[in-house]
């Protein structure tokens, strides 16, 4: 009867441990299965910029310039409009420069000398001639007798936070939570001044080149000969007290 129950006992004992074993498997199995999809997403769950990317829309911007019913040209203060923004169009355009005039024959007439003034200043700003269109205008509406100068610029648009799918206290895996940087990326949206920054690097102004010479000249020793000669004069000048270093010490 003894014998018969302890082959019972050993009988359910290695079922649970078949049980447990089966079970143990799963489970790694599961983990397993589990690590290698958050591999394969890693990526993007620890980079907030593709997690929560940064969106980009366009806006126009604007510059009409009045024509005078003389038609001589620019004044001073529509030059200083003029070369401001195409300045701005260097920095953070998108697209070609548009000029817009005119388009009946009066018209072109009219505003035909403050065109060239204007076609002089974009050569003048360094634009290039393939980056400009030249367009034109018909009937009087909101330009007039007005060349309009205008080109596309990018805006920045932040992505939208606060989702809160999941309870942080249950994240066993450790994984960064939906808002995982998303506060920073939302700021640096609404702060940048120029959004083409976010795009492509500003290009590199030209070098101070009187502070390359004072390097320049240190570089190559030019100031040694100068520093040998003030020292030795001074040294000279101490031995007969009125140099910089006083009397001499007394034994």
Known sequence: MTTVRQRESATGMRSVIRTLALALALTSAGCREHLRVDDATAGQINDPDKRHPIAFTRRTEALYVEVAQTGDGLSPNQQADVWRFLERYKSESAGPLRISAPGSVKGHMSVSRSVRHVEAMVADAGIPRSAVEERRHHGAGELGQAVKLAYERPVAMAPECGSWPEDLGENRERLPNENFGCASQRNLAMMVANARDLKVPQEET????????????????AEKSGAKGGSGSSSSGGGGGGGGLGPPLRQ
């Open 206 to 221: 030209p070098r101070a080149s009187e502070r390359r010479d004072v390097i320049w000249t240190k570089y190559i020793g």
